[in-house]
């Protein structure tokens, strides 16, 4: 190994680090917890389907990589503290959290109820601010955290029924920002990393219709919908010391789509 590829690993490597993923085992949250594991982190992957869960873990400690799982229901400040108790069992406490479990349910605004609400806002934005809760405190106490949210073009424009979903994205930037005046000063960045439409089981509305999967490719600049693996290398900069400087920012990776 010559001096150069030693400095990328040291800039970028997760070797000796901890991470918690939520919603780790499809789409974007699997893509995340594939990079930092693959990065070095001992990963934990939190989600609720455990076939799902199996395959996944599977998968990584297959590739060589340290990883286990948890299955629990992020729906209920319960189910979110359990969670939490029993991810510590498998490696440690986290200097990384992801925060990408969600849940997208968007009738019409005036349509939407209580429970569609209340759900929304509990797996959306209770659960991290919960976890961040849980965990933010003990990684300030040792000097280094990486908090991430996974939001939502939402967060920043209202399209397609955005409903009670952008709103939840839009708490939960506001939530990373809070987060990063907290911490940052004690080596924990707190940032959130924007897709555009990428064809996950998150978008399974809009994935059933060609002509607007089409038309949304068109609205990017590289002539393409994001696919999970594109934030591979958002997420290990935002998990590793390189990102020391970057905290409370919103970074698009969309293609575009969001300046087009």
Known sequence: MNRNDNYLRDLFSLDGRTALVTGGSSGIGRAVAEALARAGASV?????????????VADLTGAGC??????????SRAGV??????????FGEPDILVNCAGINLR???GELDDDVWDTTMSVNLDAPFLLGRRF???????????IIHITSQ????????SGAYGVSKGA????????????????????????????????????????RVEALAARTMVGRNGLAEDFAGAAVFLASGASAYVT?????????FSVH
């Open 44 to 56: 934990v992957v939190v989600a609720r389907t455990e076939s799902s869960l199996d395959e996944t």
């Open 66 to 75: 340290r990883a286990a799982r948890v299955s629990a229901d992020l729906g």
């Open 81 to 90: 503290r359990a969670a939490a108790d029993e991810a510590v069992e498998h």
């Open 107 to 109: 009738p019409p605004m």
């Open 136 to 146: 933010g405190p003990g990684m300030a106490e040792r000097g280094f955290g990486r």
């Open 154 to 161: 939402q967060a920043h424009r209202a399209f397609v029924q």
């Open 172 to 211: 939960l930037e506001s939530l990373a920002r809070s987060q990063a005046e907290a911490w940052s000063p004690y080596g924990v960045t707190c940032n959130t990393l924007v897709p555009g439409f990428v064809m996950t089981p998150l978008n399974a509305r809009l994935s059933s219709d060609p002509a």
């Open 248 to 256: 409370g920012q919103s970074i698009f990776v969309d293609g575009g």
